[in-house]
C-alpha cells in the first residue's frame, strides 16, 4: 500500500508539472524567434537519446506504423522519394530498400541528420539515400520531381501547415502520392481516456528518466493534442489541392496514417 501511494503521489507530481509547462509552452505562442527556430534547436537538443525514448514511448510501434508506410510504398513502386522531416532517417531507410528508387531525406536539425547518416553509412545504404539539411515549407527541389513523398510525426511542426503541405504538393509529379504518419487523439471515449492518463503519466516519467529536455517532450505532446487531425487534417490536405485522401487510424486512434494523390 506504501508504494502504491508513493507511485499515485510521483504521478500526481508529474502532472501537476507538466500542466504548469504545458501553460508557460504552446506550440503556437508567439515568441521572439520563429517556431522552426525553437524546432530546431529543441531537435538538436533530443537527437542523442530520440530513438531509444521514440521506442521507449511507442513500446516501438512507430517501427510498425513506419513499416506500414513502406508496405503502401512498395505498391506505387516508386523511382525517386522525398522523406521530409526525417530526422534520425528511419522512413528514408525504409524507403531504401525499394528496388531502383532513390531516396532524399530533408530535416532541419543537423543533428538528427548526423544521427540518420551513421545510420545508413552503417547499414551500407549510402547509394540509395542521401540526407539534407533543408526547410519543409521551402524545399530546394525542382517541380512536379519526386514520385513519392513521406513525412512521419513532422507535419504538426510545420510553422506554417498549408504552406508546407503546397511544397510538397509542388514537388510532387502529377500522379504522385504523398503519405503521411502523425500522431492523433482516439476519438473514442474511453480510449480517449486511456490515451490521456498514458501521455500525461508514462510520457513524462520516462522523458524525466531519459531526456536532458523534459520540455522537447511536453511541447511534443502539447502539439499533438492541437494537431487537427482525422477529417479535419483531411480537409487540409484537399484545400492545398490534394485529392482522394485516405486516413487509416492506428493503435485505436492514436496515430493516423494519411494517403493522398496528387
Known amino acids: ?4 501511494n508513493l507511485i499515485l503521489k510521483l504521478i500526481c507530481i508529474n502532472y501537476l508539472n507538466l500542466l504548469i509547462k504545458i501553460f508557460m509552452l504552446k506550440p503556437n505562442q508567439k515568441s521572439e524567434s520563429p517556431k522552426k527556430n ?3 534547436k529543441m531537435f538538436d537538443s533530443i537527437s542523442f537519446e530520440y530513438d531509444l525514448l521514440n521506442g521507449i514511448m511507442t513500446f516501438n510501434s512507430h517501427k510498425r506504423w513506419k513499416k ?3 508496405n503502401i510504398a512498395k505498391k506505387l513502386k516508386p523511382k525517386n522519394a522525398l522523406d521530409i522531416a526525417t530526422g534520425t532517417a528511419d522512413i528514408a531507410i525504409n524507403l531504401g530498400s525499394i528496388s531502383d528508387c532513390k531516396v532524399v531525406g530533408v530535416d532541419i536539425s543537423e543533428q538528427m541528420l548526423d544521427v540518420g547518416r551513421k545510420k545508413i553509412t552503417k547499414m551500407k545504404l549510402d547509394e540509395s539515400i542521401t540526407l539534407e539539411t ?14 513519392l513523398v513521406t513525412i512521419g510525426f513532422g ?9 508546407g503541405l503546397r511544397e510538397s504538393f509542388r514537388v510532387l509529379n502529377k500522379e504522385g502520392t504523398l503519405i503521411i504518419l502523425e ?13 490521456s492518463i498514458f501521455t500525461r503519466t508514462y510520457i513524462p516519467i520516462m522523458a524525466r528518466i531519459f531526456s536532458k529536455d523534459k520540455s522537447a517532450y511536453n511541447y511534443l505532446l502539447n502539439s499533438a ?7 479535419k487534417f483531411s480537409n487540409i490536405l484537399k ?8 486516413i487509416k487510424p492506428k493503435l485505436f486512434g492514436s496515430s493516423t496514417i494519411y494517403v493522398a494523390t496528387k
Not at 183 to 195: A, D, E, G, Q
Open 1 to 4: 500500500m506504501i508504494i502504491v
Open 38 to 40: 525553437q524546432v530546431e
Open 68 to 70: 506500414n508506410i513502406l
Open 134 to 147: 533543408g526547410d519543409a515549407e521551402n524545399l530546394n527541389f525542382k517541380d512536379n520531381y519526386f514520385d
Open 155 to 163: 507535419v504538426r511542426n510545420f510553422q506554417d501547415l498549408e504552406k
Open 183 to 195: 500522431t492523433s487523439v482516439p476519438k473514442n471515449r474511453i480510449m480517449k481516456l486511456f490515451y
Open 225 to 231: 493534442e492541437l494537431f487537427p487531425s482525422g477529417t
Open 239 to 246: 484545400s492545398v489541392g490534394f485529392a482522394d485522401v485516405l
